[in-house]
C-alpha cells in the first residue's frame, strides 16, 4: 500500500478536519458563554468588572480547547464520514480502489495533526493561560500585590507536618517570593507523640530559609505544656517552594512536568500521589483516547451512517463519547480505590474500544 498521500487523501482529511473544527469551535463556545454565565455573580467584588470577567474567560480558551477536542474529534469524524457516506462519496473512493484501511489512514492522520497540536498547547498554552486568568481575577477582585491565591495546603519535612490556610505569589518591586498565612507546623517526637504545634500568622520564604512572623507554639513535655509568643524567628527547611506553589494550585491546570514533580515530591514525604498520578497518566493517554474514539467510529460510516441524517450521526458521536467517558472513569475509579496502576485504568477502555471496533471493521468488509 502506498503511502505517499494522494489527492483522495487530502480530500478525505479535509471534509474530516471542517467538521470537526466546526463542532469543536460549537462546543469550545457553549463552554466559555456557560464559564461567562458563572462570573455574572463576582461582578462588583473589587475592582472585578464584565470587562475582567471576558478577558478571563478568554485566558482559560487553549485549556478548555484542549478538554473539548476529544469529544469534538469524535462527534466531528462521525459527521464527517456520514456526510460522506449519505453523498455516495465513500463508495465512489471504494470504486476508485481505496481500501477501508486506506479512507481509515487519512482520517486518522489528519486527527493526528490536531491531537499533536492539543498535546502541545495542553502543555504551554493551556496552563499559562489559566495561570493569566487566575491572576487577572485575583488582582481586580483584590487590589492587593498577590498573583496568585491559594487554599489548604499540607506538607512534611522530616517529623514536621505543615498545613497553610491560604497564600500567594507575592510580587513587591520585582522581588518574588511564596507567602503562607495562617500556618501550623505540626512537631513529632522520635517516639511519633506530638512534641509541640506552632501557629504562625504569616511565613515567607525568603533564600534558603523561611521567616515565621507572629509565633504561638505550644509544646508538650511528658508532664507539662508550656507556650511562647515569638515576633518573629527563622526556620531552616528545604521544602521545595515551586512544588509548593503548584500543589497550591489545582493539580488538573499543570503541565505535566511538574504533575511529576508533584508525584516524586509526595511519594518522598509519605504523602498520597493519587489524584496527581491521575491527572499525570491520563495526559500521556490522552492521543491514544482520541485516536481509538475516531478509528472506533470509522466502521459505522461505512454502514448505519449511509441512510442517516445528522440529527443520527450526532447522536451516535455523543453516545460514543459519553460511552467511552464513562467507562474509562469507572476504571480510573476502580484503580483510584484498589491503589491499581492508572496506567492499566487509562489503557483498558482504549484496547476495548479498539478491538470492538477492528471486529466489527472486519465484519463489514467480509
Known amino acids: 500500500m502506498r503511502l505517499r498521500p494522494n489527492l483522495h487523501d487530502l480530500y478525505v482529511g479535509r471534509v474530516v478536519l471542517v467538521t470537526v473544527l466546526l463542532t469543536w469551535a460549537v462546543l469550545v463556545g457553549l463552554d466559555a458563554v456557560m464559564a461567562l454565565s458563572g462570573e455574572i ?3 462588583g467584588k473589587g475592582n472585578y ?3 475582567h470577567a471576558v478577558a478571563g474567560v478568554l485566558y482559560t480558551l487553549p485549556r478548555r480547547a484542549y478538554v473539548m477536542f476529544p469529544t469534538a474529534a469524535v462527534i466531528g469524524s462521525l459527521m464527517g464520514l456520514g456526510q460522506l457516506a449519505a ?3 465513500l463508495t465512489a473512493l471504494r ?5 477501508r484501511r486506506r479512507l481509515s489512514i487519512s482520517v486518522a492522520v489528519a486527527l493526528g495533526l490536531l491531537t499533536g497540536l492539543m498535546v502541545f498547547s495542553g502543555e504551554t498554552l493551556g496552563p499559562w493561560g489559566q495561570q493569566q486568568s487566575d491572576r487577572l481575577k485575583t488582582s481586580a477582585r483584590f487590589g492587593d500585590v498577590a498573583l496568585d491565591r491559594y487554599y489548604g495546603l499540607w506538607a512534611r519535612e522530616g517529623n514536621t507536618f505543615l498545613y497553610a490556610q491560604s497564600g500567594e ?3 513587591d518591586g520585582g522581588k518574588k517570593w511564596l507567602q503562607l498565612r495562617d ?3 505540626y512537631e513529632l517526637a522520635e517516639d511519633g507523640r506530638l512534641a509541640s504545634i506552632a501557629h504562625v500568622m504569616t511565613a515567607d520564604h525568603m533564600e534558603g530559609y523561611w521567616l ?8 508538650f513535655h511528658e508532664r507539662s505544656v508550656t507556650q511562647q509568643q515569638i515576633a518573629g524567628e527563622r526556620w531552616e527547611s528545604d521544602l521545595d517552594t515551586a512544588v509548593l506553589s503548584s500543589s497550591m494550585t489545582r493539580a488538573r491546570n499543570l503541565p505535566t512536568s511538574e504533575l511529576g514533580q508533584n508525584i516524586e515530591y509526595r511519594k518522598r514525604n509519605g504523602l498520597d500521589a493519587r489524584e496527581y498520578e491521575d491527572l499525570y497518566w491520563g495526559r500521556w493517554f490522552y492521543p491514544l483516547n482520541v485516536l481509538a474514539l475516531c478509528l472506533a467510529a470509522i ?3 461505512f454502514g448505519s451512517l449511509r441512510s442517516g441524517g445528522m440529527g443520527k450521526r450526532l447522536f451516535m458521536g455523543i453516545v460514543f463519547a459519553v460511552g467511552f467517558w464513562a467507562l474509562q472513569t469507572m476504571f480510573v475509579r476502580l484503580a483510584s480505590a484498589f491503589h491499581l496502576d492508572f496506567r492499566i485504568a487509562y489503557a483498558l477502555p482504549s484496547i476495548v474500544l479498539l478491538l470492538t471496533s477492528g471486529l466489527m471493521f472486519r465484519r463489514r468488509s467480509s
Open 95 to 99: 470504486a476508485l480502489g481505496l481500501s
Open 212 to 219: 515565621l512572623k507572629n509565633v504561638r507554639r505550644t509544646t
Open 183 to 185: 500556618v501550623k507546623l
Open 299 to 301: 466502521p459505522f460510516a
Open 49 to 51: 468588572t464584565f470587562g
Open 87 to 89: 453523498s455516495s462519496e
Open 41 to 43: 455573580g463576582d461582578l
Open 169 to 171: 505569589e507575592r510580587d
